[in-house]
């Protein structure tokens, strides 16, 4: 099982980006997925949730100006994010809780993260 992130980027202060995440491999069910961040020289730290039934949760710094969502068909999850902030730049990364094919267990994987830069 893969993750890959992709979408990050250079936005000008306002911007916008979408970012993609999608899993591939041995996929059975997928669960909760989210997205996480990492600012330089901080610790990684959550942005967004959203449930295999579509129920999400955000980190008050990007509530209402990220959008998280999925599409279980394509076991893809996306992060709409407006009105960047320079604060917002960080390697985002996805993170979603599948189960394999012939598994019984649900399990943590991650994504290589993408670059998304706030800058004028």
């Known amino acids: 099982v893969q993750l890959q992130a992709s979408g990050g980027g250079l936005v000008q202060p306002g911007g916008s980006l979408r970012l993609s995440c999608a899993a591939s491999?041995?996929?059975?069910?997928?669960?909760?997925m989210r997205w996480y961040r990492q600012a330089p020289g901080k610790q990684r730290e959550w942005v967004a949730t959203i449930s295999s039934g579509g129920s999400t949760n955000y980190a008050d710094s990007v509530k209402g100006r990220f959008t998280i969502s999925r599409d279980n068909a394509k076991n893809m999850v996306y992060l709409q994010m407006i009105s960047l902030k320079p604060e917002d730049t960080a390697v985002y990364y996805c993170?979603?809780?599948?189960?394999?094919?012939?598994?019984?267990?649900?399990?943590?994987?991650w994504g290589q993260g993408t670059l998304v830069t706030v800058s004028s």
């Open positions: 993170n979603a809780e599948i189960r394999r094919y012939r598994t019984d267990s649900f399990i943590n994987y």
């Open positions: 491999g041995s996929i059975f069910n997928i669960n909760d």
